[in-house]
């Protein structure tokens, strides 16, 4: 970790499917996914298992907090050490951690205090994480390969959902949580040689500044950008408008329409196939013409469909949409991270993303309490349809802002 490979400046034009260098990240990443998967699965059961309904809440609500007040510092962090640094240290950290709760909890057994702590570090963790990870292909290839690696990183983020599920499920049934544990830290230390491995496009070091004066510039330099300003804001209204129907308001709707937990497992197959086909698209072609464009539209024509969803009475008409709301959302997300990759400058690009991730994964979860009871007071329709609107404003922004508008990738 002290010596990093460094790969030689100037594009590098190599598709990124036979590049080595990408290769080897994306495998880390798929790795560390899936450790994740698993985490999550052995972390709801076992806190299930320890506690009240409510505590159980609490447990696997206790990392968001962190997450969402440490983001920004995190970029800050991302762009003074470098993200590959970063991004092996959170995985050491969080592989350390779950396999040091995996013995206690084999030794001791179940209780609260170690699951909510662990759920703290990782939350304290991903706030570092999710910036680094964010920055990272910058610096493993040229901008030309950006949306296909955008592409390759959905597939493989799909992988690993299909992956670390079932073997956390796997664990709790035939070994307890402790096991469970055990496959999440595995799978994520298995990330950490391959990250060690990636040549990264290095920069030069600052640290004339402050942490805090490097958050400052970090947040005027997206302010004065004309593409990443109105950028930023799309995706936050996208993500708003995005988690809370597509969370809690679809386990609602499957028990109002009386789909049941199967009706409501297909809906989600419908929009993670619809997803997985949007990634596909990208890493096949590489490159999508016009953009901005695209990435409005797609988000204008998803926020219709997440209207929609809340209308259809049969489970196969959901389906349906979900797949339509999945390739559009998917489409309409990978572009929007391919032009913030592209515009950004890589120096900052750790700052722009932990921006950019801050309404996804710090804001939008608060919204999903928000969305059940609204829907408890007014019904699934209303707030499908309110979520709809907050959704499709960012694709009004996209279109509406002729610089990001007419924002284009490299060819």
Not at 3 to 32: C, E, F, I, K
Not at 38 to 65: D, F, H, K, N, R
Request: glycine share 14%; hydrophobic share 55%; aromatic share 6%.
């Amino acid at each position: 970790m002290t010596t990093t490979p460094v790969l030689q400046a100037g594009p590098d034009d190599r598709p990124a499917h036979r590049d080595p260098n990408v290769l080897r990240w994306l495998g880390a990443y798929a790795a560390s996914m899936a450790g994740d998967g698993v985490y999550y699965i052995a972390l709801s059961w076992a806190a299930v298992q320890a506690g009240s309904p409510a505590q159980a809440g609490l447990v696997m609500s206790v990392g968001a907090l962190p997450r969402a007040v440490l983001m920004l510092g995190g970029g800050v962090i991302a762009d003074r050490f470098g993200p590959r640094r970063v991004v092996i240290g959170s995985d050491a950290v969080r592989c350390a951690a779950v396999l040091a709760v995996a013995a206690l909890l084999f030794l001791t057994g179940l209780g609260l205090w170690p699951l909510a702590a662990l759920a703290l570090v990782f939350g304290t963790v991903d706030a570092v994480f999710v910036p680094a990870v964010g920055a990272l292909p910058a610096r493993i290839t040229g901008k030309a390969q950006l949306a296909r690696v955008q592409g390759m990183r959905g597939l493989a983020y799909r992988f690993a959902v299909i992956v670390g599920a079932p073997l956390g499920g796997l664990g709790v049934a035939f070994g307890g949580v402790a096991v469970a544990f055990a496959f999440s830290g595995l799978l994520i230390a298995v990330s950490v040689p391959l990250l060690i491995s990636v040549r990264v496009r290095e920069l030069p070091p600052d640290s004339t500044t402050t942490a805090w004066r490097d958050l400052v510039v970090g947040l005027r330099y997206i302010r004065r950008h004309p593409v990443l300003a109105p950028l930023v804001l799309a995706i936050a209204l996208g993500d708003l408008g995005f988690v809370g129907p597509l969370n809690v308001g679809l386990t609602l709707l499957a028990h109002e329409r009386g789909w049941g937990a199967s009706g409501m497992g297909w809906v989600l197959s419908g929009f993670g196939t619809g997803a997985g086909a949007a990634a596909l698209l990208l890493a096949v072609r590489g490159r999508l013409p016009h953009a901005g464009r695209v990435a409005g539209w797609a988000c204008l024509a998803g926020s219709v469909a997440i209207g929609a969803l809340a209308l259809v009475p049969s489970v196969l008409a959901a389906v349906g949409i979900a797949l339509l709301i999945g390739l559009l959302a998917g489409l309409s997300g990978a572009m929007c991270i391919a032009l913030l990759q592209t515009h950004s400058d890589p120096a900052c690009l750790g700052r722009v993303t932990a921006v950019s991730s801050l309404a996804s994964l710090g804001l939008a979860p608060l919204t999903m309490p928000l969305s059940a009871a609204a829907i408890g007071a007014w019904g699934t329709g209303p707030v499908f349809v309110v979520s709809a609107v907050v959704c499709g404003l960012g694709g009004v922004i996209a279109l509406g802002v002729r610089d990001l508008r007419r924002a284009e990738l490299p060819g």
